[in-house]
C-alpha cells in the first residue's frame, strides 16, 4: 500500500456512504483488507505506509502496537454502521502491511473474529495474511491457524543472500522455504512465496536459483514482481548518488521469461502479470476482487476502500488513525465518486492484466483501433480477440503497461 495518499472530497464524520454507493451492497463479492503498519526495519526499497518503534515512539501509546488490534476492531465496527443492516457476507480476508506477524498471532485473530461477528464469513472464505520468513515459527503458524486463516504469504524476495543484503531483508535464505514446511504442517490450505526480479548485482542465476528454491518448498502460488525504484526511499537515494546501478528494461524482460518458462515447467499457470498459481483454487481469491472491481473495506493506516463507485482513504499515520476512532470519527481522510469514465478506464488496466482480458465493449474507437494493431503485432491473443476480449499474449505480458496506455484512449 503505497506511502502517499490522493487528494480528494472530505469523508463525512460518521462515514456515510451515498445512497447509490450502499445499493447492491451484500449483492457483490465483499472482501476485506487489513492493514498492520509495523516493521521492525524498513527495506531500502519499501514505498509502502510503515513504521517502526523508533519512528512511532513519539506519538506514545495511542500508536502502539500493543493497541492497534482494538483500534482495527472499533473500525470494522464502524464499518458494520456504514454499510446498514443489509447481509454482507465476508468472501475474503486480506491482513497485510507492515509486517502483520510482528504482532501477536492472537490479536490477528482477534481482528478476523471482529469481521466474523460483525459480518459472518462466506462459506470457503479465503483468509490470509502476509508474514515476513522471521517473524513466525510453528506455534505462530498454528495459533493462525486455529484461528481461522487458511492462506499465508512469505516475503522470500530472493534465494541468494547477496541480493537479500542489497534489498535490506532480515531472514537467511533457506528460511521462507522451511515456513512453507511449517505452514503445511500448521494446515494452511495455501502457501505463496513472493520474489523480486531486477535487484542490481542479481544475475539470470541467481533469479533461476530463486525461482527452484521457491518451487522446491512446495508452495501452490509465486508471485514475482520487478524491483521498482519508489522516489523517497532510501534505495531512490543510492541509485541517485551513483552507489548502486539501475537494471534497465531489457534485464527485467529476460528475468520474467525465465520466471515464466521455469513456472509453467512446473506446472505453475499464469492467471495475472506478475501471479502464478498451481491450480484454480491457488488463485489469490481477495487480490482477484481488487482487478474485477468488487467492494472491499480497507481497514488501517492509510487503508483505500471502494464500495458501488465510491473509494476513500484513511489517515496515514497510525496516531491520527487512533484519534479519529478514539473520538468516535471515521479514520477516512479523503475520498472520490468514481464517474462512469472513471470505472471504464480502471476496469481495462486492471482486467488487461488477467489472462482473460478485458472486453473489447470497454474500448472507446481510438483503444479499439489500438487494439486490432496490437492483435496484428502478436500483442494480444486470436481467439479470445475474435470472441470479444483482449487478452495478452506473452510478449504482451511484457509490454502490458505501454499497450494499456494505448487502450484507455
Given at each position: ?64 502496537q500493543e493497541t492497534y ?235 483505500h476502500s471502494h464500495v ?102
Amino acid at each position: 500500500m503505497p506511502s502517499t495518499l490522493p487528494d480528494g472530497e472530505p469523508v463525512p464524520s460518521d462515514g456515510a456512504l451515498p445512497d447509490h454507493a450502499l445499493a447492491g451492497v451484500g449483492e457483490r463479492p465483499f472482501g476485506f483488507y487489513v492493514h498492520v503498519p509495523y516493521c521492525a526495519t524498513r527495506c531500502g526499497y519499501c514505498d509502502f505506509n510503515t513504521y517502526t518503534a523508533t519512528e512511532l515512539r513519539a506519538a506514545g501509546t495511542v500508536a502502539s502496537q500493543e493497541t492497534y488490534a482494538a483500534n482495527l476492531v472499533a473500525e470494522v465496527r464502524l464499518a458494520r454502521k456504514v454499510l446498514g443492516a443489509a447481509e454482507v457476507p465476508v468472501s475474503t480476508v486480506f491482513v497485510g502491511g507492515g509486517t502483520p506477524t510482528l504482532l501477536p498471532a492472537a490479536d490477528l485473530v482477534a481482528m478476523v473474529t471482529a469481521i466474523c461477528e460483525e459480518f459472518g464469513l462466506a462459506e470457503g472464505a479465503e483468509v490470509s495474511t502476509e508474514a515476513n520468513p522471521e517473524s513466525v515459527g510453528p506455534a505462530y503458524l498454528a495459533e493462525l491457524r486455529a484461528g481461522g486463516f487458511n492462506r499465508i504469504s512469505f516475503g522470500m524476495q530472493s534465494a541468494r543472500p547477496h541480493v537479500l543484503r542489497l534489498l535490506e531483508r532480515q531472514h537467511t535464505p533457506g528460511r521462507p522455504e522451511a515456513c512453507v514446511a511449517e505452514a503445511r504442517a500448521a494446515g494452511f490450505d495455501h502457501v505463496n512465496l513472493d520474489l523480486i526480479y531486477g535487484t542490481p548485482g542479481e544475475s539470470d542465476d541467481d533469479w533461476r536459483a530463486s525461482l527452484d528454491a521457491a518451487l522446491s518448498a512446495g508452495p501452490d502460488h509465486i508471485s514475482a514482481y520487478s524491483l521498482i525504484v519508489e522516489e523517497g526511499t532510501r534505495f531512490a537515494a543510492r541509485v541517485r548518488r551513483g552507489e548502486i546501478p539501475m537494471t534497465d528494461d531489457d534485464v527485467h524482460a529476460d528475468r520474467y521469461l525465465i520466471a515464466e518458462e521455469r513456472l509453467t515447467a512446473a506446472g505453475f499457470h499464469w492467471y495475472e502479470v506478475s501471479n502464478w498459481a498451481a491450480s484454480e483454487a491457488g488463485r489469490c481469491r481477495h487480490n482477484e476482487l481488487y482487478w474485477t472491481g468488487a467492494d472491499w473495506w480497507g481497514a488501517g493506516p492509510g487503508a483505500h476502500s471502494h464500495v458501488g463507485g465510491v473509494r476513500w482513504w484513511n489517515a496515514k499515520h497510525p496516531a491520527a488513525y487512533a484519534h479519529a476512532l478514539a473520538e468516535g470519527r471515521s479514520p477516512g481522510q479523503g475520498r472520490e465518486l468514481l464517474s462512469t469514465e472513471d470505472r471504464r478506464v480502471e476496469r481495462i488496466l486492471l482486467e488487461l492484466r488477467l489472462a482473460d482480458g478485458c472486453p473489447l465493449d470497454l474500448l472507446a474507437p481510438a483503444g479499439r483501433r489500438a487494439a486490432d494493431r496490437a492483435l496484428a503485432d502478436g500483442l494480444l491473443r486470436p481467439e479470445p480477440y475474435a470472441a470479444g476480449r483482449a487478452a495478452l499474449t506473452l510478449p504482451g505480458r511484457l509490454l502490458a503497461d505501454a499497450l494499456v496506455r494505448d487502450l484507455v484512449d
